[in-house]
């Protein structure tokens, strides 16, 4: 059974760090392209950044309100991936999911998302 | 930024009823487009992908279409257990992935 199960959140005051895992399991970790999307009470959804795999480059890309903040990175020997989270601002409180992106490619060769699973998510409260 | 509008915000309705949701793109993305579905207390869920391919698993009365800017997502006969919120999401322009803000499937 493909599984994804985060851990790590907790409450942080204003400027602190946090660093969320997600253990995977059930499927071939290593050849996974990754994201971590994030839900704020009562919000939407909102994706926070992805890493390919390493066959793929293990490049990462993240959202704008993030950039230059959070870190994401993945330890394929573990089948885990990590979101490091400095300088945590209040606005950054919510439930964070990681998902697998399986993707799909059209015939121009472009690679295109679908996120499935998600792992149960972790909530990140910031606050003083 | 790509940005997903969805309506309405909430529907109510009835077992068995016929439910359409609408998602509209700010710009044009042909047909990269992903719904999802998500209960309370719980993960999102893929429904369908590329507009229109339903995801393995997924109840056939679950459908969608549309391509450009305008999208729909039809639930032909609404069961309890499709009660939830449900998300659309452009998979054509990145960064970033972006969703739609969710439309609320509630009990009439």
């Known amino acids: 059974e493909v599984q994804l199960v985060e851990s790590g959140g907790g409450l942080v005051k204003p400027g602190g760090s946090l660093r969320l895992s997600c253990a995977a399991s059930?499927?071939?970790?290593?050849?996974?392209?990754m994201s971590w999307v994030r839900q704020a009470p009562g919000k939407g959804l909102e994706w926070v950044g992805r890493i390919k795999s390493k066959t793929d480059g293990g490049t990462t890309d993240y959202a704008a309100p993030v950039k230059g903040r959070f870190t994401i990175s993945r330890d394929d020997s573990k089948n885990t991936l990590y979101l490091q989270m400095n300088s945590l601002k209040t606005e950054d409180t919510a439930v964070y999911y990681c998902t697998t992106d399986l993707g799909y490619y059209d015939s121009s060769g472009y690679r295109h998302p679908k996120f499935d699973p998600w792992g149960q998510g972790t909530l990140v409260t910031v606050s003083s | 930024d790509i940005q997903m509008t969805q309506s309405p915000s909430s529907v109510s309705a009835s077992v068995g009823d016929r439910v359409t949701i609408t998602c509209r793109a700010s710009q044009g993305i042909s047909s990269w487009l992903a719904w999802y579905q998500q209960k309370p207390g719980k993960a999102p869920k893929l429904l369908i992908y590329a507009a229109s391919s339903l995801q393995s698993g997924v109840p056939s009365r679950f459908s969608g279409s549309g391509s450009g800017t305008d999208f729909t997502l039809t639930i032909s006969s609404l069961q309890p257990e499709d009660f939830a919120t449900y998300y659309c999401?452009?998979?054509?322009?990145?960064?970033?992935?972006?969703f739609g803000q969710g439309t609320k499937v509630e009990i009439k």
């Open positions: 999401q452009q998979a054509n322009s990145f960064p970033p992935w972006t």
């Open positions: 059930g499927f071939t970790f290593s050849n996974a392209w």
